[in-house]
């Protein structure tokens, strides 16, 4: 038997009843169908198969892209549906690992790893309890990256995809900018473009109206506690919570569309928070990026693979709604650090500090905000404290972006050798 195979056997016997333990059984006692964001999904699949909007959904505030997604199960019940939906979902994040153990290095310390982050990050359980779609956005984004120097077309159209459905992953295309990969940024930004609009114009021309979802406006922020974005950190610091007072109605029915909607003044600082962060962390990557005279060496990739993974933490932290469940997409990024970790000696040091992030990022919502709230309730008794609980995902997430830039500037032996 392999070396390979061996490890293979050892992670299965180990890392496998972990994860099933903790990612299946576990998720699987709280799935709901009613009570889920699948079920807005379900929904806009079903108003498109009965030949109405998706967006007669009221909190169905997704690019149009989603219902047609989901539209397959639209003929399913729900509780149907909502079964097949965690399947593909389990499927999509086995996917997604396979994707970044290719990505950090294809051999047994790199299993290690992935298999470490897939099973101590709790994200996973929040995306599946919820079902969440961001399983399959991972396997897209975590695959596009893998197929970025082989299959630039293929890579271009997962890209688009991710976009299509959540917008963000449109700001994956910076590192491949940046890199003058010309043919992928053309062609994904034409099939992002044509993912958008087309079923806009398609659902416009052949739908009765709403044409455009119902809450836009939510999308420019929310103060909501388990919003762990840096414009989420500006908008609680403007409604501070009084003292001994329950916490304000804007914290507590921020994270429902129907509920909250940002205004004015509030809208104004989010916005501009997210503009002003992802505009000084692009200029930044831009400035960490390797030299012109590497640019076409293909031993550099070993540094470029930080861009993509430092560009999603920067989205993390930007993004004006920024739930706790999108830090599943920090996996690849914390798997490449770990992997780089173990390979330099002289850093392994550092492997707690590594752990303690991956924890925070992953495990805020039930260790830090979790037993506050169960201590003083939904309140502002110890308003710091509150503050502290509902930011730390923020300092790290900024504390995350800034190591991947440093790996990514520094020099190929500092970034593990190429994959």
């Keep these: 038997m392999t070396g390979m195979r061996r490890a293979l056997l050892l992670v299965a016997l180990i890392a496998g009843p972990i994860y099933a333990w903790l990612n ?5 006692q709280h799935l709901s169908a009613y009570d889920s964001d699948f079920r ?33 199960l639209g003929g399913f019940e729900i509780e149907t549906a909502r079964w097949i939906w965690f399947f593909v979902s389990q499927a999509a994040l086995l996917v997604a690992a396979w994707g970044t153990w290719r990505l950090v290095g294809h051999d047994v310390l790199a299993l290690v790893v992935v298999s470490v982050v897939w099973c101590l990050g709790g994200t996973v359980q929040a995306n599946l309890v919820l079902g969440q779609v961001h399983p399959l956005l991972l396997a897209a984004i975590v695959w596009s990256l893998e197929w970025q120097r082989r299959r630039p077309g293929v890579a271009a159209l997962l890209l688009a995809v991710a976009a299509g459905i959540k917008l963000w992953p449109a700001l994956l295309f910076v590192p491949a900018l940046l890199r003058r990969q010309w043919r992928l940024v053309i062609l994904g930004g034409a ?20 044409a455009l979802p119902a809450s836009t406006s939510y999308w420019m922020g929310s103060p909501a506690p388990l919003n762990f974005s840096l414009p989420a950190v500006v908008m609680r610091v403007r409604d501070w919570p009084a003292a001994g007072e329950p916490v304000p109605s804007s914290w507590r029915f921020g994270n429902n569309p129907q509920s909250y909607q940002p205004q004015g003044a509030d809208a104004l600082w989010s916005v501009t928070t997210a ?3 992802l505009l000084f962390g692009i200029a930044t990557l831009a400035r960490r990026r390797p030299g012109e005279e590497h640019d076409e060496d293909e031993d550099d990739d070993s540094r470029w693979r930080f861009a993509a993974p430092a560009v999603i933490a920067l989205a993390m932290l930007a993004s004006p709604i920024s739930w706790y469940h999108y830090q599943l997409f920090q996996f690849p990024g914390l798997a490449l650090l770990g992997v780089v970790l173990c390979r330099d000696r002289r850093r392994r040091l550092l492997l707690p500090i590594w752990v303690a992030m991956v924890i925070v990022l992953t495990r805020t919502q039930t260790l830090a905000f979790g037993p506050y709230a169960e201590a003083y309730g939904w309140t502002a008794a110890r308003p710091w404290l509150l503050f502290a609980s509902t930011s730390v995902v923020a300092a790290f997430g900024a504390a995350l972006f800034a190591w991947l830039l440093w790996e990514m500037g520094a020099s190929r032996s500092q970034a593990g050798g190429a994959s």
């Design 24 to 28: 299946v059984a576990i998720p699987v």
């Design 40 to 72: 807005n999904y379900h929904l806009a699949a079903q108003a498109l198969l009965a030949g109405n909007s998706p967006f007669t959904v009221h909190n169905f505030d997704y690019p149009p892209l989603m219902a047609l997604v989901a539209l397959p």
């Design 191 to 210: 099939l992002t473009v044509s993912l958008l609009i087309g079923p806009l114009l398609l659902f416009a021309l052949l739908l009765p109206p709403p």
């Design 275 to 277: 503009a002003a962060v």
